[in-house]
């Protein structure tokens, strides 16, 4: 069972565009949602991260926004360029849980045309 | 700089054959883990370490085994029983995954059948 469920698959936009990445979760004890951004043949690194007491967080040209009752959050990145095409990755995971066990999402490939 | 050292970056497995892939790290983490991507899957975790000699089955152990025998190193090892190995192979660390603190990922290795 996908504990997190992300959206699109793929993304086209063009440069200077916003690109809008979706994820929805059903576990309500989850209380740590980061994005991590992966570039072809590397490894993921973390992008941004929230916690449920805020609903938005924005660092740059990228933000978070989060509905906690609509179990939802997204990531938002304003004036899209060349540059952040990659595969971007929305996960989870709960208090409790000592080895801070992730949830990822599916991945969403991002490709902004110049 | 400090950071994971994934070896080697391609690998290839004959039929019935044992492979190990190597992770080591220097950021004196002391949680590790063992990610599988596919196409369109996410990651999926393989095995988790919080600390030395101690490891848990994360989501698709089997066909998998690891050992902790340093805190620096979490071998991967891909057994003759794990039918469908080839995928992308991701390790990372984290420092203290109670508090959230983000989990940074080695560059892949990458595994073919021959």
């Known amino acids: 069972q996908q504990q997190v469920k992300q959206s699109p698959q793929s993304l086209i936009v063009q440069k200077g565009g916003i690109s809008i990445i979706n994820c929805a979760y059903e576990?309500?004890?989850?209380?740590?949602f980061p994005w991590y951004q992966q570039f072809p043949g590397k490894g993921p690194a973390l992008l941004i991260a929230i916690r449920p007491d805020v609903s938005e967080k924005k660092e740059g040209r990228f933000t978070i926004s989060f509905n906690k009752s609509a179990k939802q959050f997204s990531l938002h990145i304003m004036d899209s360029q060349p540059g952040d095409s990659a595969t971007y990755f929305c996960a989870a995971s709960r208090r409790g849980s000592t080895l801070g066990r992730l949830y990822f999402g599916r991945g969403t490939q991002l490709t902004v045309w110049p | 700089d400090g950071g994971i050292t994934q070896s080697p970056k391609y690998l290839f497995r004959k039929e019935g054959q044992n492979v190990t892939l190597s992770c080591e790290q220097n950021?004196?983490?002391?949680?590790m883990y063992w990610y599988r991507q596919d196409p369109g899957q996410g990651l999926r975790l393989i095995y988790y370490s919080q600390i030395v000699n101690d490891f848990q089955k994360g989501d698709i152990a089997e066909g998998y085994s690891v050992s902790r025998e340093k805190k620096e190193s979490f071998p991967l090892t891909v057994t003759s029983a794990q039918k469908n190995p080839t995928a992308f192979y991701l390790c990372?660390?984290?420092?203290?995954?109670?508090?959230?603190?983000?989990?940074?990922f080695g560059d892949g290795t990458r595994l073919s059948i021959l």
């Open positions: 950021l004196n983490h002391d949680a």
């Open positions: 576990n309500t004890a989850f209380d740590y």
């Open positions: 990372a660390s984290s420092r203290n995954p109670a508090s959230h603190q983000p989990q940074h």
